[in-house]
């Protein structure tokens, strides 16, 4: 096979820090989340799922639903919020210290919360959305894609995958639940954030093949040191794009999550 001369013009190969200095043309979905979108040029890749993953209390859902707001305030882009392990209201409430108003966007068909989590746990809802079936993931694929086509969503957050666990008896069927969920969500036009809560920090996620059956990795650590917790972000993987592979600070404030692309971490 003869390799014709490529036209790299589009991309500077010159070396930063951490080697990465651009990304892919394909379509980008900016996150809007400060100091994050640089990390991987400019953006998520258009209908694509990734995995959001780290320890309790690292800022997966923090992360995930400010994606969701901003996708709304700064780029008019209606999302889904689907809950399985949490009250929407505690939700609504949460977000608020972040002056997030999820109500405000609910009310305007900009958002829809979906309570996968009632029915669970066989508590009455008053929520407008509502999966009566959340141990049937081909319900709540169903109920997803009605949601999608009523607000024309263009985001979709699943908080938390851990839920998967529930439906699915055997390891491989979990695997085949994991990628309906994520090749679905892809394939009716969403670009989606999948949180997991890991157990440690060598793993990436909780089911330790989540990673491979989606098309990116972004992994929050909160991790201890001399007594203090600190908290950084690392863009484990990202099919089609370049990104960083520098592990990132960033901090959690009353204006949601900051990232600090400059700065360093040492843990
Ligand atoms: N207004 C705020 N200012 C600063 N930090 C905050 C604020 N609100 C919450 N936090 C921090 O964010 C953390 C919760 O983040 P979040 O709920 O996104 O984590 P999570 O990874 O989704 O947790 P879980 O595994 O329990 O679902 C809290 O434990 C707290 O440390
Ligand atoms: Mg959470």
Same mark, same amino acid.
Do not use: A, C, H, I
């Given at each position: 096979m003869v390799v014709e %001369?490529?036209?790299?013009?589009?991309?500077d190969f010159d070396d930063d820090e951490d080697g990465f200095e651009g990304g892919s043309q394909s379509e980008r979905v900016p996150t809007g989340i400060k100091g994050f979108d640089e990390l991987c040029g400019g953006g998520l890749l258009k209908n694509r799922s990734y995995l959001v993953s780290g320890n309790a209390g690292s800022g997966k859902s923090t992360f995930s639903i400010q994606y969701l707001h901003n996708g709304v305030v700064e780029y008019d882009e209606p999302g889904i919020l689907v809950v399985t392990e949490e009250d929407p209201k505690n939700i609504r409430e949460n977000m608020k210290s972040y002056n997030m108003d999820l109500k405000k966007l609910e009310q305007h068909d900009k958002l829809a919360i979906l309570d996968s989590q009632s029915a669970k746990v066989g508590i009455p809802t008053d929520e407008?959305?509502?999966?009566? %079936?959340?141990?049937d993931m081909d319900s709540t694929l169903k109920r997803i894609v009605e949601i999608k086509e009523d607000i024309g969503a263009k985001r979709c957050v699943f908080d938390?995958?851990?839920?998967l666990g529930f439906v699915s008896d055997t390891q491989k069927q979990l695997r085949i639940n994991f990628l309906k969920l994520s090749a679905t969500l892809s394939a009716i036009g969403l670009t989606s954030l999948l949180t997991s809560e890991v157990?440690?920090?060598?793993?990436?996620?909780?089911?330790?093949?989540e990673e491979f059956v989606t098309e990116g990795t972004i992994r929050l650590y909160n991790e201890r040191k001399e007594g203090v917790r600190s908290r950084s972000i690392e863009v484990y993987k990202m099919r089609g794009s370049d990104h960083s592979k520098k592990i990132n600070p960033f901090e959690i404030s009353s204006k949601g999550i900051e990232v600090h692309p400059k700065e360093d971490v040492y843990f």
């Open positions: %001369d490529s036209d790299f013009s589009g991309f407008e959305y509502v999966e009566v %079936d959340p141990f938390s995958t851990t839920s157990l440690d920090k060598n793993r990436m996620s909780r089911f330790d093949m």
